[in-house]
């Protein structure tokens, strides 16, 4: 279920923190609603990669509050919004399970039930589905378990993620251990787990982000 946390009145939109209980654990976000006696439409935003919390902020990105700004520039459009951190994340840190047992797909289930809430609400005319990044691809997954009525990808994926790996990597590394992530590319493609792992590149294929 969705419950309000309590917030504080701002003009001309109201703030509040919200709660959605899984079956795994609870995520926490922040909902925007502006004023209104009518129905208005809302935007569920799901932020980008790594430990990217419901603001758009991280250890690489830093403090930018992207997302928050997104939310507050719809609500001075009318339009409300709900933003959360994803399991394992910011205040959601609770709800995420070993790094080994993790996969993408629960993060589509976990949007899927968002959009569902939303969709329950009486308060809310229609529901859209922002992604940003790798929350794009969420949003897609998502949207095809549970039909929103609009889909908006920000900056998102359209290529393998080995590809897009390739890519990066390939004009970063010194040729030795740019081989060496071929390899386990390679690798990992076909289903194999890699054991011996440079630990230049521990961060990004250690054994338990590997599954």
Avoid: C
């Avoid at 690489?60 to 520039?73: F, I, M, R, Y």
């Avoid at 994926?157 to 080995?162: G, I, K, L, T, V």
């Amino acid at each position: 279920m969705i419950s309000d946390d309590g917030g504080t009145m701002t003009n001309p939109s109201k703030s509040a923190g919200v709660h959605l209980m899984t079956f795994t654990g609870t995520l926490y976000g922040t909902q925007i609603f502006p004023t209104s006696h009518l129905p208005t439409p809302v935007v569920l935003i799901i932020a980008g990669s790594g430990p990217t919390d419901r603001n758009g902020n991280g250890p690489l990105a830093g403090e930018n509050n992207s997302l928050k700004q997104l939310a507050e520039g719809l609500a001075d459009h009318g339009i409300a919004s709900i933003r959360y951190d994803k399991r394992g994340i910011g205040e959601s840190s609770a709800a995420g399970p070993e790094e080994v047992d993790l996969r993408f797909d629960t993060y589509a289930d976990d949007a899927a039930l968002w959009i569902q809430r939303l969709q329950l609400d009486p308060r809310f005319s229609s529901v859209t589905v922002i992604g940003h990044s790798e929350g794009s691809l969420i949003g897609m997954l998502a949207t095809s378990k549970v039909e929103a009525d609009a889909f908006v990808s920000i900056a998102g994926p359209a290529q393998a993620a080995s590809k897009i790996l390739r890519k990066q990597l390939q004009s970063r590394l010194p040729d030795p251990l740019w081989l060496q992530s071929e390899q386990i590319l390679v690798a990992l493609e076909q289903g194999n787990p890699v054991i011996s792992v440079p630990l230049e590149l521990h961060m990004l294929f250690r054994a338990s982000v590997q599954p």
